[in-house]
């Protein structure tokens, strides 16, 4: 009996090393989480002996820890859980999204400079040449679930294309569009108007693929002259000027963890 049982218990200590329940993560995960640093630094300062937790100096970087219950410190000096912040920008065009640029291009952390931007990253990206909103967060765990497509929060684009397009090609926007081997598809594509000899169209999106609208219109013949993203979710660009930086309110963020299905303490 006792031969039969052991493997289980062996089992189900690995899977409790494995699978922690809670908020238990691991140490690094920990420090990243509470806003401190990134986990590779969080890696360094462990094998250093600088971080403990309860009292303990803790020198393996896989430890577990209760994100909520352990109390951290790095060097002596407690480490307290940062407060979330959540920023809204007005994207100009020709800025890239990334903190350093091994080109040295201006980045959209050079709109930042008047905010504590140290642990701030853009939920989700715009390319180079697009324009619009982008919403900045140290709120890891909200930025992934509102970047999980299981959470189908759309992002609204107004863009304008070099002809007059028609309802057919709108439609097939909607129905999906194969590119390099992926279906490409809008939940949404309407026309906005008609100048002499372009058209301006709304895209909205569910789903986030890399320079998405863009390879959806080229599979048409169709070149893309501006890509505005309008609104994320419940939250419009508004008249916020080209480059400028705001907080989002407090009926903003809630807003933000309903579209994410997720709860929220404040």
Known sequence: MSQRQSPQRSGKTAR??????GKRVTLPRALSKLGYCSRTQAEALIAAGRVTVDGRTISDPATWVD????KFAVDGIEVAAEKKLYFMLNKPRGLVTTRDDPEGRPTVYDCLKEVDARHLAPVGRLDKASEGLLLFTNDTVLAQALLDPVSHVGKTYHVQVDRIMDQEQLARMERGIVDDGELLTAS???LLRNGDRHSWIEVELKEGRNRQIRRMLEALGIECLRLVRVAFGDIALGDLPKGGVRALSEAEILGLHRRAGMKINR
Do not use: G, I
């Not at 409790?16 to 329940?21: A, I, L, M, V, Y």
């Open 16 to 21: 409790s090393r494995q699978e922690p329940e």
């Open 67 to 70: 994100l909520e219950r352990s």
């Open 188 to 190: 949404s594509a309407r």
